[in-house]
């Protein structure tokens, strides 16, 4: 079966930075757009970063641009978030997703989803 195991959150204050990463199996992972979001409690779930199935293209929220950065390695079927100059109100558990087509920023559009992992920064 499908299965994308998130790894790499924790607790870090304000200015620091983490890198997430999301392992994948059980499907090509190289036709697949790759998405990361975050919940925040007492939010709705928010697309941060997407990428395409080759990796050509990415997507960012406006909140995140410059300081994120999403990457994939199709040969480890992988995709990770480099997370810089964190900020308190990144705090929010991170999920990764899969979609069969391209860049999505909905989250209904996604059809496999990690378990999540929790980022706390503190300020």
């Known amino acids: 079966q499908v299965q994308l195991v998130e790894s790499g959150g924790g607790l870090v204050q304000a200015g620091g930075s983490l890198r997430l990463s999301c392992a994948t199996s059980g499907l090509t992972f190289s036709n697949y757009a790759m998405g990361w979001f975050r919940q925040a409690p007492g939010k709705e779930r928010e697309v941060v970063a997407a990428?395409?199935?080759?990796?050509?293209?990415?997507y960012y929220t406006d909140s995140v641009k410059g300081r994120f950065t999403i990457s994939r390695d199709n040969a480890k079927s992988t995709v990770y978030l480099q997370m810089n100059s964190l900020k308190p109100e990144d705090t929010a558990v991170y999920y990764c997703?899969?979609?069969?087509?391209?860049?999505?920023?909905?989250?209904?559009?996604?059809?496999?989803w990690g378990q999540g992992t929790q980022v706390t920064v503190s300020s």
């Open positions: 997703a899969a979609r069969k087509w391209g860049i999505a920023t909905m989250t209904s559009l996604y059809d496999y």
């Open positions: 990428i395409t199935a080759r990796g050509s293209n990415t």
